[in-house]
């Protein structure tokens, strides 16, 4: 349940990770972990006041250069993308930077216990009521038996903690607000649970108290749970949500699911972890929702709209697929704009509302657990244009300002944009930028493995760090030196080439359009040019003729 022990205070844990984080009441986003609180660990003090000192300490003695100089050693570039690395500071570390470069991690262990959950029956009426007053009763019949390793560990690797979304061949995509209250039914308006740090006595206490066992039983386990970190374990704080079941149904839940599955995925994004916690039952059925392309899911067909979005897909040990990493990999490093179902929950809206708080921009807070939500990212899961979002920030921000900014929730929503006519339309310039700043693909090569439910293989266009910028039009009368080298018309015109089949390729312009036209005879002019050999440049010499 710790950190660490020892003395009379302790920072108690059964979920071992985080509550150092809150000693100091703070939440600082930096360039290197721009979702979670960065407060150090201090030792265990008797006061934890001496505590908050030291962690003030601390951060007056980073030297004010430290992070212009991180700045300088970052690299300018990756295979594979981003070949701008300005948005994803933490790439050299992440998964996909090792899966490209061939260092393959196995598929990661699951933390769940929905077989358990299911295993328990259903509870007796007076304990199903009980639970129906938190607000928490839909979860009863809705969680995933089997979790498909393969099929989350290749969503993990996408997964971005400076931008809290996916990256994908089609742009960013990311589990929002309202794909927890459509899936799960949990409310997303209400508070975010306080916290306190807790004395040693009162962990103990609360204990005994709450779970009802004997104080020798709760200080046993709160000396064996001193060890590793585990995602398997629960954080005692949690406890003190759940002591008066009369006043949880207060707490908006749907924030806690999705702070903590952000939080897990944060962790599992990381080219050391090796394990996924949270509840895997909101990450898997969202996959579903989403992406039916990628992954082959069983519908129940006795599903009622009624009940939580979650409870439609049937996945256990029979009906998930034995289908390894590498296969997903690749069905996803395929993946076009027309291959994502944006906005799944259509009808279902009828049943469970779109709250507007889904569009809120901020930092989301669960105890002592704070991420960054950016639904600003992924607007055309809203059913809006994409277009290139402001870079993500950094900022101190007070645990209270946190709360406060979500009671004040109007001040905090994105700006609607324009309406999409296609699903998943985008501003002409956003893929360009997003496979400067991302890596769209996760394997190098050319694809293998055939999409399921008949989608035909699509072209591969492999990013690669650009040369040279998109060549500019000198301004009238600007001198025409230039500390650039002149590009020849054939290279121009084969990135031309280049761009025009990436956005056909992902299905930014619909089949058939008279846009679609357009840029197909403007690729067989481009290709003329870079295959063909049909277009020759000829030098004009100005004449000279002689004055009398």
Known sequence: MSDGFCGTH???????????????????????????????????????????????DIHADIPADAGIEA????????????????????????????VWTGEERPELKLSSHGRKVHSLGWPVPAIEG????????????????TGDRGLLSVFVERWHRETSSFHLPVGELTITLDDVSSLLHLPVIGDFHAFEPLHVDDAVQMLVDLLMVSPESAWAETV?????YSATNVHVVYLEALRDLNMTDRYAWGVAALVHMYDQLNDASMSHSRQLGGYITLLQCWIYEHFSSVAESTADQDYDETSPRACKWIATKKTVKSIRTPSYRERLDRLRIPDVCWIPYGEHWEVRDFHVRSCYSGLLRW????????????????????TIPAPPVDSWVLYDDIHDRWMHYEDHIVPAGEVYVVPGACSSDYIDWFFRI???????GHTIDPLPHGHAPQPRVVPQAPQTDIPRVPESGASSTSAEEPRHAVEV??????????????????????????????????RSVTQDHLVYVRCRHRRRTDQA
Do not use: W
Request: include cysteine.
């Open 71 to 98: 700045a300088e050693d970052q690299p300018q570039g990756f295979p594979g993308g981003p070949s701008d690395p300005s948005v994803l500071t933490t790439y050299a570390d992440h998964v996909a930077c090792s």
């Open 367 to 386: 105890g002592p657990v704070a991420v960054y939500y950016r639904p600003e990212r992924v607007v055309r899961q809203f059913g809006y244009t994409q």
């Open 438 to 444: 991302s890596h769209p693909f996760m394997t190098p």
């Open 130 to 145: 009980l639970i129906a007053g938190t607000g928490l009763s839909p979860l009863i019949g809705c969680s995933v038996d």
């Open 493 to 526: 015109c084969d990135d031309i080439v280049k761009r025009l089949e990436r956005h056909l390729s992902l299905g930014v312009v619909t089949l058939g359009s008279s846009t679609h036209e357009v840029i197909e005879e403007c690729l067989r002019l481009a």
């Open 224 to 228: 064996q749970c001193r060890g590793p």
């Open 10 to 56: 302790l920072q108690i844990m059964v979920r071992t990770r985080g509550l150092g984080r809150a000693l100091g009441q703070r939440v600082t986003v930096t360039a290197d972990h721009v979702d979670e609180p960065v407060i150090p660990d201090p030792d265990v003090q008797d006061d934890p006041m001496e505590a908050l000192a030291a962690v003030e």
